[in-house]
């Protein structure tokens, strides 16, 4: 296909030598803006690596997927570098650049000369130097080459793995499963596309391709590639193995300055060139993503299409103000998937954002602004007004008119942003309101309009919704305002924290009538105003969500408090304190030993005991924690949770085991309910004591749930606080066997754990929920009873694992306890 | 100001938690670096203005961190303390180059702290 022109000597016309290295799309393109410059003033070579002629590779995604083909992604045919006289040689690529003599040498031994060259070198993909990546099956997503490897693999179907979840990444996955594959997309973030989208967005675009039924596995760091002839899989370094026939190494590019470096231009990360794209030598030119330009590399083409025409005006020597570099926009190519992403979406202090959340219609739009200005946009599910942002951010317009309306885009004719009301308005017919007494949406609506409801009592007369703990009244009264229209006026509830207007109780509603499992999920879901949420409410919904996905949802450490995240409770001076389990306030001489030497090893300051009988170790060094925990551990102890919303202490007094007034074995009665419990995440800490007879030295009568023996059984008491509001006990009932203690223990720390707000202790609780509501359902209820306690028993399967042996020994979080170090 | 700092290399941004710290001591103070959800870098002094509260221990959120101890809030772009609290907590120079932290130390900063 190549084509030489008649030399310049027989035309008889010597015009200057113009070589180009590189037939890609930033070299092509500064060729053709060269030619409607100065049509006739070089006598043009190309060397291309590829055997072929130029053509768009973005376009190779589509071609992959099959929505278009080779030959309708040409961009220059074989006639076009006939009619314009321009030599090409293809598949024959530049070896050498002698700029003494200001030659080029090829593979093939061609040595041309030139007076201007021009090097449009790309770059590489990178390859990941894992075990294996040599193995046929293995390839890059660059070129016509690497995706006709994909269709060979494609065309026996079987599962491919794509490493990396950036664009490219995506893209191949999505054609190799239009292909007929079962593709894996591995990808070492947490969320895909990091750099171009927020999580939120990352979040939304990883359903749509789990939906489409593309497996994405985030957090994925891939150890190997297996196989002996050819590629069988891939393995993890946590040790989980996926099978694959093909792997697509998409994990980002490199620019290929390795020809220009070793002619002895000046390279750093690219070919470094001026804003006339002239190199070190002024005899040669580099456009495209081989260069560096004021620092910056550029891996997309609209910025290479402006470099060429700089590079055109100066070949042609045109006086033009050259190029000042470019902000850069992203679209994913992939039908029916809208995302866009333009200019520096990061935020910050001086600069005020815009989310808009329409759950209903899977959008996602976040607007960065500066000084009035639109600094960066993120777009998911509506990118329709993608170019106008990208437009006004370019050229750096002031939209402080705009700004109200700004998120609903160009064409904005009126609304209103997400709120309450529309997510009551959007949840279906069959969709729980009231758990207590099970009444779904459908019977609500239904009610206020055939009988005429106004008001949230007569709801709760008529329909029994919120007529129990009253959690559910705020959705009710907001479908109350969504169904009457403006006419009601909902009774303000006080939201979680200003980056929501929801409260907690809809939110625990909520998050289970939509199955909301994941912290972005609810977010998008009830339209957060933040991106990540704070402090206040991010503790709150990773415990709301842990209660109500036992064993799915996985703890999200980043949202807990530093006690909680390190497991140990931190003092003033940044030392922390360590209180290993003492079932039921017991203890023997092996651990007590334990103690002791963990005491002197660690030269650990305070040793004492605590109000909750047991043992702290106090002014621990965080570094010293995973092996204080290892030699407690090695002792047979755990964690005593000291520091978590969660069960801490179960206290015992000596009952008649030893007593001689002591009514019931309260020492094993309680150590029983403490390794029962044990492990379990509550809304606010959760204590317990057992007293062997009414003169209640445990002191249960101020306890969670406290236990005290009676001659005939166990009077069982809850909502008891010491604390800063004292508040004694109220009796819930009279058992008589050890069998119903437990279960009725169960069965009301799940009611807590399902129905309280986060950071709500039982006494504040069971006052505003009254005692009535937790007798319903506990005592008199026995059915209700027994599925509270099976849903307490399921979630401590999951639930009591140590974590202190799980950061002794398994390293879990290690990077919590080590600090940075310089590198050498 | 910056250019008489000197610029250390404490490994790379994924060494950081997501929505997390990590510190580095110095001869004279222990810096805590904080990798923000969109993947940015800040770094301040480890040490609250309030009562010394270990910063790099707070919860992050947006460019803001919650000291620990006692839940006052600042900015990582700038150390200002947040909402109705007074305060700042002093900024360090960080920047990333090719995937790696820097970090920027003053002259009085430099050097291991166990040297010698
Ligand atoms: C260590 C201990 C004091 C002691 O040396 O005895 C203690 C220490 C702390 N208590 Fe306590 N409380 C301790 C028993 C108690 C008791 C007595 C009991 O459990 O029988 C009470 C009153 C009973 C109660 O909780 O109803 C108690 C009521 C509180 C309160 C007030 C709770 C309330 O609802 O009003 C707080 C503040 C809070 O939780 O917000 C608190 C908070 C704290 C914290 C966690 C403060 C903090 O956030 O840093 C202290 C941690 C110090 C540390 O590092 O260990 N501590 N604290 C006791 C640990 C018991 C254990 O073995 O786990
Ligand atoms: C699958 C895919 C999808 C993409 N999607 C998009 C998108 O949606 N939007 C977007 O803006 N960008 C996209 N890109 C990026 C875009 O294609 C590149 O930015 C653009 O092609 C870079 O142009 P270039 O001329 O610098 O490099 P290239 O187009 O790679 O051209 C360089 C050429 O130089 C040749 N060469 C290298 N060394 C030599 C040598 N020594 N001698 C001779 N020839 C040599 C190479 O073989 C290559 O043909 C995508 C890229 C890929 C791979
Ligand atoms: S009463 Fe509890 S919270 Fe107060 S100083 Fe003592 S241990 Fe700390
Ligand atoms: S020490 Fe940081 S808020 Fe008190």
Redesign the pocket.
């Known amino acids: 296909m190549n084509h030489v022109p008649a030399p310049a000597s027989i035309t008889g016309t010597a015009r200057p030598r113009l070589v180009v290295i590189g037939n890609g799309m930033a070299g092509m393109r500064t060729v053709e803006e060269l030619l409607s410059r100065a049509p006739d003033k070089y006598d043009i070579t190309v060397f291309g690596a590829e055997p072929r002629v130029n053509y768009n590779r973005i376009m190779l995604s589509p071609l992959l997927s099959g929505e278009k083909t080779f030959d309708e992604i040409v961009i220059n045919t074989a006639e076009w570098y006939q009619e314009n006289n321009i030599t090409l040689h293809s598949g024959d690529p530049v070896i050498t650049i002698d700029r003494a003599r200001q030659t080029v040498i090829t593979q093939n031994g061609h040595e041309i000369a030139y007076d201007q060259l021009l090097l449009a070198t790309g770059s590489d993909p990178i390859m990941i130097p894992l075990p294996g990546k040599d193995l046929p099956g293995v390839v890059t997503f660059r070129d016509v080459d690497d995706v006709d490897v994909m269709l060979k693999a494609a065309a026996t179907g079987g599962p491919a793995v794509v490493i990396g979840g950036g664009l490219l990444g995506l893209e191949a996955a999505v054609g190799l499963q239009a292909r007929g594959m079962s593709v894996t997309v591995l990808h070492l973030a947490g969320h895909v596309m990091e750099r171009q989208l927020d999580p939120s967005a990352g979040y939304l675009l990883q359903q749509e391709l789990q939906r489409r039924g593309i497996n994405v596995i985030t957090g994925a760091d891939t150890g190997e590639i297996i196989g002996i002839d050819c590629v069988t899989g891939v393995r993890l370094k946590d040790g989980t193995m996926i099978p694959a026939d093909l792997v697509v190494m998409a994990v980002g590019i490199r620019p290929n300055g390795r020809l220009a470096a070793a002619s002895g231009l000046t390279v750093e990360r690219g070919v470094v060139v001026d804003d006339f794209m002239a190199t070190s030598d002024p005899a040669i030119s580099a456009v495209g993503e081989c260069v560096q330009h004021r620092g910056q590399c550029y891996g997309l083409v609209a910025p290479l299409f402006e470099m060429a025409k700089s590079c055109a005006d100066r070949l042609a020597e045109i006086a033009a103000g050259g190029y000042a570099g470019s902000v850069t926009s992203t679209k994913l190519k992939v039908t029916g998937v809208d995302v866009f992403s333009a200019g520096d979406f990061s935020g910050g202090d001086t600069c005020e954002e815009i989310v808009f959340r329409d759950a209903g219609r899977g959008v996602y739009k976040r607007l960065v602004l500066e000084d009035g200005r639109i600094k960066g946009a993120v777009l998911y599910g509506d990118t329709s007004d993608g170019a106008w942002y990208f437009q006004m951010l370019k050229d750096g317009t002031d939209i402080t008119s705009l700004r109200d309306t700004l998120a609903f885009g160009q064409a904005f004719a009126g609304g209103s942003a997400g709120n309450p009301k529309d997510a009551v308005a959007a949840l279906p017919d069959d969709a729980e309101i009231c758990g207590c007494n099970g009444v779904c949406k459908g019977t609500i609506v239904n009610a206020i309009t055939a009988k005429g409801l106004t008001t949230l009592d007569e709801v709760k007369s008529h329909t029994k919704a919120s007529a129990s703990c009253g959690s559910c009244s705020g959705l009710v009264e907001n479908l109350l305002a969504f169904t009457l229209g403006d006419g009601y006026e909902a009774a303000a509830l006080k939201p979680i924290c200003t980056c929501t207007d929801h409260d907690h109780d809809s939110v625990r509603h909520l998050i289970r009538a939509q199955g909301l499992k994941s912290m972005p999920a609810v977010m998008q879901a009830l339209e957060w105003k933040t991106a990540d949420g704070c402090h206040v409410c991010r503790p709150a919904l990773n415990f709301y969500l842990l209660a109500a996905w036992p064993g799915e949802y996985v703890d999200h450490a980043a949202s807990r408090f530093i006690?909680e995240r390190v497991h140990a409770?931190?003092?003033k001076d940044g030392t922390?304190?360590v209180?290993p389990r003492m079932w039921g306030g017991l203890t023997n001489p092996r651990e007590l030993r334990a103690i002791a030497d963990v005491a002197d090893k660690f030269d650990i300051p305070t040793v004492?005991?605590?109000?909750?009988?047991?043992i702290?170790l106090?002014g621990v060094k965080k570094e010293d924690l995973p092996a204080v925990w290892a030699d407690l551990n090695a002792a047979g102890m755990v964690s005593?949770h000291?520091?978590g919303k969660s069960l801490?202490?179960v206290?015992t007094c000596v009952g008649s085991e030893w007593c001689r007034f002591g009514t019931q074995k309260s020492m094993s009665m309680g150590v029983e309910l403490e390794k029962m419990t044990w492990g379990s995440w509550t809304p606010?800490?959760f204590?317990m004591?057992v007293s062997g007879c009414p003169r209640n030295c445990a002191?249960a009568t101020?306890?969670?749930f406290g236990v005290v023996a009676t001659d005939g059984g166990w009077d069982l008491h809850v909502g008891?606080?010491?604390?800063?509001?004292v508040r004694a006990t109220d009796l819930l009932c009279k058992v008589t066997t050890e069998d119903e203690v437990r279960e009725y223990c169960g069965a009301f720390m799940q009611l807590y754990r399902e129905e309280a707000r986060y950071l709500e202790?039982t006494?504040p609780w069971i006052e505003r929920v009254g005692l009535k509501h937790v007798q319903d359902r506990v005592v008199e209820d026995a059915e209700n009873r027994k599925s509270l306690f099976a849903r307490f028993l399921k979630s401590q399967e999951t639930a009591q694992i140590d974590p202190w042996a799980e950061r002794a020994k398994d390293g879990v979080d290690a990077h919590e306890f080590k600090h940075l170090v310089a590198a050498e | 100001m910056t250019d008489m700092l000197n610029w250390i290399d404490v490994g790379p941004v994924e060494g950081i938690p997501l929505q997390g710290a990590r510190t580095l001591q110095t001869r004279t103070d222990r810096i805590a670096i904080f990798r923000t959800l969109d993947q940015q870098v800040f770094a301040l002094l480890d040490r609250c203005p309030h009562k010394d509260g270990p910063l790099a221990q707070g919860i992050v959120h947006g460019h803001f961190v919650t000291c620990p101890l006692h839940n006052m809030v600042f900015s990582l772009e700038t150390g200002q303390a947040q909402g109705p609290d007074d305060g700042c907590a002093a900024k360090v120079e960080v920047k990333i180059i090719e995937g790696s932290v820097h970090v920027g130390l003053t002259p009085s900063q430099m050097g291991k702290r166990h040297e010698g």
């Open positions: 006690n409770n931190i003092q922390y304190s209180v004492k005991v605590t109000g909750g009988q047991r702290d106090l005593g000291a520091y801490r202490t206290k606010h800490k204590k004591a002191e101020i306890k969670d008891g606080n010491g604390g800063i509001h202790r006494a």
